[in-house]
């Protein structure tokens, strides 16, 4: 641990290097072609260098690697370790797979204040690496709240119509939930003099933690609420559609790729880590409120004239599976879950970069302005295709394999749970596949559309990546889950005490 | 009485510095020529508030007790000195423009801002009531004229005005507080009296001394229920005056609160700091969204700052005494930063002051909306600003004073802050502009006090380790 290795340096490296870009862009003279270049190229290393993970990760070993904790500030005791597992190590190679497909679906549509798009784009991509990253309380929240700033002015200044409302909204939910997450952690801090996870979670399994008991249900729900609304569990949901209808392209790419990912992973760790049995206790109305998402998420998209609030209200349904799956605590359900956060992140981020594509041509989202576009667009109509049937879940694509272990593993909690939520399999196919069909399929209804120009070379650069990975991951997830499988286990571990304990009494 | 030695005067010695230059400004003002005056008179400030930190510290190596122990010199003194000092050099530097622009005759303005810094100065130093109540005077007669600064408009006579009626009689207030604490302890030295109230249970009479003298100081950090002057004089006061003034005296007075408070051992502290935090912050809060003028949401905004302050003052005093001096140091390096970037886009005559005028600024002058949003971060509480460490700091050091309820309290009303500050960031860069007139080029002076105080703002956010230790240093002393 004292000699500084690669090993250790490397989430350092992958956490700051796009904010290094950043800060290299400020001194940039104006000129749009070079920063947009440069801004790949940051985004391109950053990505090759977050490949060193999945590379040297020991995939059979549970617990923390690539760590690095050093003291930063003395008082209060907060030091700077990070360190992944088998589940925020994929989170951050996702971050850094969609930040260039971010960038290069940009290339067009931001024309105006290019330099300072970037900027935020950059810093944006530092900010949630570090989420995943930080294995001690107080970074996390600082990465946290980090996320915020760039995310509310990349919707409020390169946002489409409504941009200002959207952006405020999205900043004051997501401030005002994660205040109560912040008193939870100073609580913490006030009782172990730490703000350190692993020592937390230890002392707490210790039964260290002196007013533990009494004050463990409260924890619980500031950590949750914070959760809640980022991921978004209906009834929290509300900010999601305007935030993702108004955000620019790339906005939304990150916004539903991964920073909803940060609610589910923060439930996944926190709620799951310190609190198992307060997570036990509050696991049927949870279950339910992510029943009720899936349900009427997969419902409202139905109804949607607008082809991104569509995709934003299947975002809700899907994370209501992961939401489910996390609280089956069974290993196929978090298993289920941690595959269905990748994989939407692919394909979700994938419909939201062909909605932009579309966007860029007509300036609408309104599905009823399209209509035959199989026809001048062969190739888009293609990718659509493909994406959609990732989405829905096809076998083979990877949206089935989360969804399979999510039910099988909700199935076997709660039967009766499992049933319901594999209806939503069936609503996401209607109403994609329903999009699908007016936007596609049958004549040219608008003349306009007649000459509508079929996807340029850096379109499909950005798209490639994606459709590939879909399928990689629907053919061979055990790549990808052999990694997360001792990690969950070691997430699970308390639950299996706890369900010893149960059955000694 | 034996006469002081000559150690006891470099205890004073800032005191000292300060006044001389202050005069020295007085005195060459009418000999130089009305074109010349304001630059020179402004550099000779400057020399005189660096002349000042540089006494600051030579004192670090002299601490102890002067003048018949009215006086004491240790680590708590010589870090608001350092920050007072600071401020006023800061101060100083933005006022170059504003003197220029609005065209004020600069010779009483420099003088009186460093009188007002021996009167703040003296504050975190005297150990004596007396002493204590002619310091703040000093600090506030030249605060009530600085006020009144701009002599062509009329809301700034308001100000000053409403400023010093209200003023004297919460200076009043605080005098009566100490004839009582008299009555009750038999003496007027802070350590005498903290002997006297920790030996045996306090008298009525002392509860009432207290009282009386926290209004008096509770009006000058304007907390609330006492703080209806601020939004008007603060809107009527020359915007560098109004950073100096929401910075350096509060810094002052809540040096005198923590010695009040922790080292005289004021009986009944707790409910009276709780109730009047919760109320500030709320009162604050609520008051700031609905303003449409800059200078008035800070006026309210600086209400609810006080109140996220004293909860500290409700916490033990080895969590609470460096929570509320982080909590100062890093308040005066936002606020005087946000006052400095508003005096310099009012232009003449102050006019370009409301919300409204600065919609599109992202685009008119990037670098000054980016300076002031990092401000406004910073009051809003985010990670990597000094803000969020003071709040983080405050609100911890409650929290393991085992006082949640106020810690809610202070948590939702950040939340709710974070509206209003919001809302300013949003014109600036979601807003397009009315007029497209470039904004008038950053001079060299104000420039390098936003440099200083975005340096400050963000230091203090990252690395906030060696001045909270410090701060826990010097409370360790003030305890002993």
Same mark, same amino acid.
Not at chain 1, 49 to 71: C, K, M
Not at chain 2, 160 to 179: I, N, Q, R
Not at chain 2, 441 to 465: E, S, W
């Given at each position: 641990?004292?000699?500084?290795?690669?090993?250790?340096?490397?989430?350092?490296?992958?956490?700051?290097?796009?904010?290094?870009?950043?800060?290299f862009?400020?001194?940039?003279?104006?000129?749009d072609?070079?920063?947009?270049?440069?801004?790949?190229?940051?985004?391109?290393?950053?990505f090759?260098?977050?490949?060193?993970?999945?590379?040297?990760?020991h995939?059979?070993?549970?617990?923390?690697?690539?760590?690095?904790?050093?003291p930063?500030?003395?008082?209060?005791?907060?030091?700077?370790?990070?360190?992944?597992?088998?589940?925020?190590?994929?989170?951050?190679?996702?971050t850094?797979?969609?930040?260039?497909?971010?960038?290069?679906?940009?290339?067009?549509?931001?024309?105006?204040?290019?330099k300072?798009?970037?900027?935020?784009?950059?810093?944006?991509?530092?900010?949630?690496?570090?989420?995943?990253?930080? +294995?001690? #309380? %107080?970074?996390?929240?600082?990465?946290?709240? &980090?996320?915020l *700033?760039?995310?509310?002015? =990349? !919707? /409020?200044?390169?946002?489409?119509?409504?941009?200002?409302?959207?952006?405020?909204?999205?900043?004051?939910?997501?401030?005002?939930?994660?205040?109560?997450?912040?008193?939870?952690?100073?609580?913490?801090y006030?009782?172990?003099?730490?703000?350190?996870?692993?020592?937390?979670?230890?002392?707490?399994?210790?039964?260290?933690?002196?007013?533990?008991?009494?004050?463990?249900?409260?924890?619980?729900?500031g950590?949750?609420?914070?959760?809640?609304?980022?991921?978004?569990?209906f009834?929290f949901?509300?900010?999601?559609?305007?935030?993702?209808?108004?955000?620019?392209?790339?906005?939304?790419?990150?916004?539903?790729?991964v920073?909803?990912?940060?609610?589910?992973?923060?439930?996944?760790?926190?709620? +799951?880590? #310190? %609190?198992?049995?307060?997570?036990?206790?509050? &696991?049927?109305? *949870?279950?339910?409120?992510? =029943? !009720? /998402?899936?349900?009427?998420?997969?419902?409202?998209?139905?109804?949607?004239?607008?082809?991104?609030?569509?995709?934003?209200?299947?975002?809700?349904?899907?994370?209501?599976?992961?939401?489910?799956?996390?609280?089956?605590?069974?290993?196929?359900?978090?298993?289920?879950?941690?595959?269905?956060?990748?994989?939407?992140?692919?394909?979700?981020?994938?419909?939201?970069?062909?909605?932009?594509?579309?966007?860029?041509?007509?300036?609408?989202?309104?599905?009823?302005e399209?209509?035959?576009?199989?026809?001048?667009m062969?190739?888009?109509?293609?990718?659509?295709?493909?994406?959609?049937?990732?989405?829905v879940?096809?076998?083979?694509?990877?949206g089935?394999?989360?969804?399979?272990?999510?039910?099988?593993?909700?199935?076997?909690?709660?039967?009766?749970?499992?049933?319901?939520?594999?209806?939503?399999?069936?609503?996401?196919?209607?109403?994609?596949?329903?999009?699908?069909?007016?936007?596609?399929?049958?004549?040219?209804?608008?003349?306009?559309?007649?000459?509508?120009?079929?996807?340029?070379?850096?379109?499909?650069?950005?798209?490639w990546?994606?459709?590939?990975?879909a399928?990689?991951?629907?053919?061979?997830?055990?790549?990808?889950?052999n990694?997360?499988?001792?990690?969950?286990?070691?997430?699970?571990?308390?639950?299996?005490?706890?369900?010893s304990?149960?059955?000694?009494? | 009485m034996?006469?002081?030695?000559?150690?006891?005067?470099?205890?004073?010695?800032?005191?000292?510095?300060?006044?001389?230059?202050?005069?020295?400004?007085?005195?060459?003002?009418?000999?130089?020529?009305?074109?010349?005056?304001?630059?020179?008179?402004?550099?000779?400030?400057?020399?005189?508030?660096?002349?000042?930190?540089?006494?600051?510290?030579?004192?670090?190596?002299?601490p102890?007790?002067?003048?018949?122990?009215?006086?004491?010199?240790?680590?708590?003194?010589?870090?608001?000195h350092?920050?007072?000092?600071?401020?006023?050099?800061v101060?100083?530097?933005?006022?170059?423009e504003?003197?220029?622009?609005?065209?004020?005759?600069?010779?009483?303005?420099?003088?009186?801002?460093?009188?007002?810094?021996?009167?703040?100065?003296?504050?975190?130093?005297?150990?004596?009531?007396?002493?204590?109540?002619?310091?703040l005077?000093?600090?506030?007669?030249?605060?009530?004229?600085?006020?009144?600064?701009?002599?062509?408009?009329?809301?700034?006579?308001?100000?000053?005005?409403?400023?010093f009626?209200?003023?004297?009689?919460?200076?009043?207030?605080?005098?009566?507080?100490?004839?009582?604490?008299?009555?009750?302890?038999?003496?007027?030295?802070?350590?005498?009296?903290?002997?006297?109230?920790?030996?045996?249970?306090?008298?009525?009479?002392?509860?009432?001394?207290?009282?009386?003298?926290?209004?008096?100081?509770?009006?000058?950090?304007?907390?609330?229920?006492?703080?209806?002057?601020?939004?008007?004089?603060?809107?009527?006061?020359p915007?560098?005056?109004?950073?100096?003034?929401?910075?350096?005296?509060?810094?002052?007075?809540?040096?005198?609160?923590?010695?009040?408070?922790?080292?005289?051992?004021?009986?009944?502290?707790?409910?009276?700091?709780?109730?009047?935090?919760?109320?500030?912050?709320?009162?604050?809060?609520?008051?700031?969204?609905?303003?449409?003028?800059?200078?008035?949401?800070?006026?309210?905004?600086?209400?609810?700052?006080?109140g996220?302050l004293?909860?500290?003052?409700?916490?033990?005093?080895?969590?609470?005494?460096?929570?509320?001096?982080?909590?100062?140091?890093s308040?005066?390096?936002?606020?005087?930063?946000?006052?400095?970037?508003?005096?310099?886009?009012?232009?003449?005559?102050?006019?370009?002051?409301?919300?409204?005028?600065?919609?599109?600024?992202?685009?008119?002058?990037?670098?000054?909306?980016?300076?002031?949003?990092?401000?406004?971060?910073?009051?809003?509480?985010?990670p990597?600003?000094?803000?969020?460490?003071?709040?983080?700091?405050?609100?911890s050091?409650?929290?393991?004073?085992?006082?949640?309820?106020?810690?809610?309290?202070?948590?939702?009303?950040?939340?709710?802050?974070?509206?209003?500050?919001?809302?300013?960031?949003?014109?600036?860069?979601?807003?397009?502009?009315?007029?497209d007139?470039?904004?008038?080029?950053?001079?060299?002076?104000?420039?390098?006090?936003l440099?200083?105080?975005?340096?400050?703002?963000?230091?203090?956010?990252?690395?906030?380790?060696?001045?909270?230790?410090?701060?826990?240093?010097?409370?360790?002393?003030?305890?002993?």
């Amino acid at each position: 641990m004292n000699t500084p290795t690669i090993h250790s340096a490397i989430l350092t490296l992958v956490t700051f290097i796009p904010m290094a870009g950043a800060l290299f862009l400020v001194m940039f003279p104006r000129r749009d072609r070079e920063i947009r270049g440069f801004a790949l190229l940051v985004s391109l290393l950053t990505f090759v260098l977050s490949l060193h993970l999945p590379a040297y990760f020991h995939r059979n070993q549970a617990g923390f690697q690539f760590e690095l904790n050093v003291p930063w500030i003395p008082t209060p005791n907060i030091h700077y370790h990070m360190g992944v597992d088998g589940i925020s190590m994929w989170l951050v190679v996702l971050t850094t797979f969609l930040t260039p497909l971010g960038v290069l679906i940009s290339w067009k549509s931001i024309h105006d204040r290019v330099k300072e798009f970037f900027i935020l784009f950059l810093i944006l991509e530092t900010a949630l690496i570090g989420v995943f990253v930080s +294995l001690d #309380l %107080f970074l996390f929240y600082f990465f946290w709240e &980090a996320t915020l *700033i760039p995310m509310a002015l =990349l !919707i /409020g200044v390169w946002g489409h119509g409504r941009r200002v409302y959207a952006a405020v909204k999205f900043f004051l939910y997501t401030m005002i939930a994660s205040v109560f997450m912040l008193a939870a952690i100073l609580w913490l801090y006030a009782r172990t003099g730490t703000f350190d996870f692993v020592t937390i979670r230890n002392a707490i399994h210790n039964g260290q933690v002196e007013g533990f008991a009494a004050a463990a249900p409260w924890l619980f729900l500031g950590f949750f609420v914070a959760f809640a609304v980022k991921v978004p569990l209906f009834p929290f949901h509300t900010w999601l559609p305007d935030a993702h209808v108004e955000a620019p392209t790339a906005g939304s790419v990150i916004l539903a790729g991964v920073l909803l990912k940060m609610g589910t992973y923060g439930l996944l760790r926190f709620n +799951l880590g #310190l %609190f198992p049995e307060q997570a036990r206790a509050n &696991a049927s109305w *949870i279950s339910i409120l992510a =029943l !009720i /998402g899936i349900i009427y998420g997969a419902l409202v998209a139905m109804v949607q004239p607008n082809m991104k609030k569509l995709i934003a209200y299947s975002s809700i349904s899907h994370l209501g599976f992961v939401v489910m799956g996390i609280f089956s605590f069974t290993s196929a359900g978090l298993d289920g879950a941690m595959f269905i956060m990748l994989a939407h992140g692919i394909s979700t981020g994938g419909l939201f970069m062909l909605a932009g594509i579309l966007y860029e041509r007509r300036h609408t989202y309104e599905i009823s302005e399209y209509g035959g576009l199989a026809t001048p667009m062969p190739a888009y109509a293609t990718f659509f295709l493909f994406i959609t049937l990732a989405s829905v879940g096809l076998p083979l694509l990877n949206g089935f394999v989360g969804e399979f272990l999510v039910l099988s593993g909700a199935f076997s909690a709660h039967p009766v749970y499992g049933i319901l939520g594999a209806t939503g399999v069936i609503w996401s196919a209607c109403y994609l596949l329903w999009m699908y069909q007016r936007v596609f399929f049958g004549k040219v209804t608008h003349h306009e559309n007649l000459a509508i120009p079929d996807l340029t070379g850096r379109e499909k650069l950005a798209l490639w990546p994606a459709a590939v990975v879909a399928l990689v991951m629907g053919v061979a997830p055990l790549w990808w889950l052999n990694a997360i499988e001792p990690a969950v286990q070691s997430a699970l571990a308390p639950f299996s005490q706890l369900a010893s304990k149960v059955v000694g009494q | 009485m034996n006469t002081p030695q000559g150690v006891e005067y470099i205890r004073i010695l800032p005191e000292i510095v300060l006044s001389v230059f202050g005069m020295a400004i007085m005195l060459l003002d009418p000999l130089l020529d009305d074109r010349r005056a304001p630059r020179l008179l402004g550099v000779v400030a400057l020399v005189g508030s660096f002349a000042a930190l540089a006494a600051t510290l030579l004192q670090t190596q002299s601490p102890g007790l002067a003048f018949w122990g009215m006086v004491k010199v240790d680590s708590f003194s010589i870090f608001f000195h350092f920050l007072i000092t600071a401020i006023t050099a800061v101060v100083v530097l933005t006022s170059f423009e504003y003197m220029e622009v609005q065209k004020i005759h600069a010779g009483e303005y420099y003088g009186l801002v460093l009188f007002g810094a021996v009167g703040m100065c003296l504050m975190s130093s005297a150990v004596e009531l007396v002493l204590i109540f002619i310091a703040l005077e000093i600090s506030s007669i030249s605060t009530y004229i600085l006020a009144g600064f701009r002599q062509r408009a009329a809301i700034s006579s308001e100000s000053s005005l409403k400023y010093f009626l209200l003023g004297s009689f919460a200076t009043a207030f605080f005098l009566y507080g100490v004839a009582l604490m008299f009555g009750a302890t038999g003496s007027t030295s802070i350590s005498l009296i903290g002997q006297s109230l920790s030996q045996s249970p306090a008298p009525l009479l002392a509860y009432a001394g207290i009282a009386f003298m926290f209004v008096g100081l509770g009006f000058k950090v304007a907390a609330a229920p006492f703080h209806i002057w601020t939004p008007d004089v603060y809107e009527g006061a020359p915007s560098p005056v109004v950073g100096f003034m929401s910075t350096a005296p509060k810094a002052a007075v809540f040096a005198v609160l923590l010695r009040i408070l922790f080292e005289a051992h004021a009986p009944g502290r707790l409910w009276l700091i709780w109730i009047v935090a919760a109320l500030s912050m709320t009162l604050g809060n609520i008051g700031a969204l609905v303003q449409s003028n800059v200078k008035r949401l800070l006026a309210y905004s600086s209400i609810a700052h006080a109140g996220y302050l004293l909860v500290a003052f409700a916490a033990l005093p080895a969590n609470g005494i460096p929570a509320a001096m982080f909590y100062t140091a890093s308040y005066a390096a936002m606020n005087v930063g946000a006052f400095a970037v508003i005096s310099h886009f009012a232009g003449s005559g102050e006019r370009l002051v409301t919300l409204e005028d600065y919609a599109g600024l992202g685009k008119r002058s990037p670098l000054l909306a980016a300076t002031l949003t990092i401000f406004l971060l910073s009051l809003i509480g985010i990670p990597m600003t000094g803000g969020f460490f003071a709040k983080f700091y405050v609100f911890s050091a409650a929290l393991q004073a085992n006082l949640p309820g106020l810690v809610i309290v202070g948590v939702l009303n950040s939340a709710v802050a974070a509206y209003y500050y919001l809302r300013l960031i949003v014109v600036m860069y979601m807003r397009d502009a009315r007029e497209d007139a470039p904004v008038s080029r950053i001079p060299l002076a104000m420039g390098t006090a936003l440099v200083i105080t975005v340096f400050a703002t963000v230091y203090l956010g990252v690395l906030p380790g060696r001045i909270l230790e410090y701060a826990a240093q010097s409370a360790n002393e003030l305890m002993r």
